[in-house]
C-alpha cells in the first residue's frame, strides 16, 4: 500500500513529482497551495488531487494522511530577509504544520527550510522547531544537502527534518542524523537517481527580439522555479521515510 502525502506549501509540486516519480510508493492524495500559477501547475499535472489554498483554513482528521510534507515559507529565516525567525508572519506557518501534526498524526513528517535554519538566532530557532516536534511525539533526524551533490551546477543548500512517532521503541529520543547525504550515497539513497544536468547547452539569452524568449509568464515561470525544492534532493529524505516505513517505523 502506498504512502499518502499531505503536500503542504506545495508550490509546483517538487516534493510529490520526487515521491511518486523518482523514489516511488508514496501517492500524493491532498495539495495545500496559495499560490494561484503554482495552482494551476498543480491542477495540470495533478488533475484528481484536491488543492486547498489556506492552510490556516485546512483541518484533517486521524490518520488520514500518512506523511506530511513541506517546505514552510522561509522569508523571516533567509539570511536575506528580515531575521523575525518563526515570529515572523510567513515563517509563523510552521506552527499551522505542528497543529496540523496533533490534528492528523501522521506517521512520518518532512520538512524542508533553508540552510540558515541551523543557525538562526543562536541556534534557538531550530532548537523551537526540534522541541515542538518532540513535544508532539515524534523522534526527529535532519541534515543539510546542496542541491550540488546530487549533481546540479548550484548549492542551494537547504536543511531537511524527517520525523517519526516515538511509539516504534524509541521512547524520548530526538535523534541528530548528520548524515554525509548524497555525496557518500548512504544505504537508503543508493536508487536515487543523480541529475546530470548538461546545463551549458541551455539558452540563458534570448534568441529573439530583446526581451523576447518565447515563454510565456517567464516571471511566475522563475518564481515558481526559483521557490521550488530540487525533486532529487527531496528524494534523499523520501528514501529514508519509505525505509523507515518498510521497518515497521
Not at 177 to 184: D, V
Request: net charge neutral; glycine share 10%.
Amino acid at each position: 500500500m502506498k504512502l499518502r502525502i499531505l503536500d503542504l506549501f506545495a508550490g509546483i509540486g517538487g516534493f510529490s513529482y520526487a515521491a511518486e516519480r523518482l523514489v516511488g510508493g508514496f501517492e500524493t492524495t491532498q495539495f495545500v497551495e496559495w499560490d494561484k500559477p503554482c495552482q494551476r501547475v498543480l491542477a495540470k499535472h495533478w488533475p484528481n488531487v484536491p488543492i486547498h489554498a489556506d492552510i490556516k483554513d485546512f483541518h484533517g482528521t486521524t490518520r488520514q494522511f500518512d506523511v506530511i510534507a513541506g517546505g514552510f515559507p522561509c522569508q523571516d529565516i533567509s539570511v536575506a530577509g528580515k531575521q523575525l525567525g518563526l515570529e515572523g508572519e510567513r515563517s509563523s506557518m510552521f506552527y499551522e504544520v505542528m497543529r496540523l501534526l496533533g490534528e492528523i498524526r501522521p506517521r512520518f513528517v518532512l520538512l524542508e527550510n533553508v540552510g540558515n535554519l541551523l543557525s538562526h538566532g543562536n541556534g534557538k530557532t531550530f532548537q523551537e522547531v526540534l522541541f515542538q516536534i518532540a513535544k508532539a511525539g515524534y523522534n526527529v533526524e535532519w541534515s543539510a544537502i546542496p542541491a550540488s551533490d546530487v549533481g546540479a551546477c548550484h548549492r542551494r543548500v537547504r536543511t531537511w527534518i524527517v520525523a517519526y512517532s516515538n511509539h516504534s521503541g524509541l521512547e524520548g529520543r530526538v535523534i541528530e542524523e548528520l548524515s554525509e547525504c548524497s555525496s557518500q550515497q548512504p544505504a537508503w539513497t543508493k536508487s536515487t537517481p543523480y541529475l546530470q544536468p548538461d546545463w551549458r547547452r541551455f539558452i540563458s539569452e534570448p534568441v529573439l527580439r530583446r526581451g523576447d524568449d518565447g515563454l510565456r509568464g517567464r516571471v511566475d515561470r522563475l518564481k515558481q522555479l526559483g521557490n521550488a525544492v530540487v525533486p532529487h534532493v527531496a528524494a534523499v529524505p523520501l528514501e529514508r521515510i519509505k525505509y523507515l516505513s518498510e521497518q515497521g517505523f
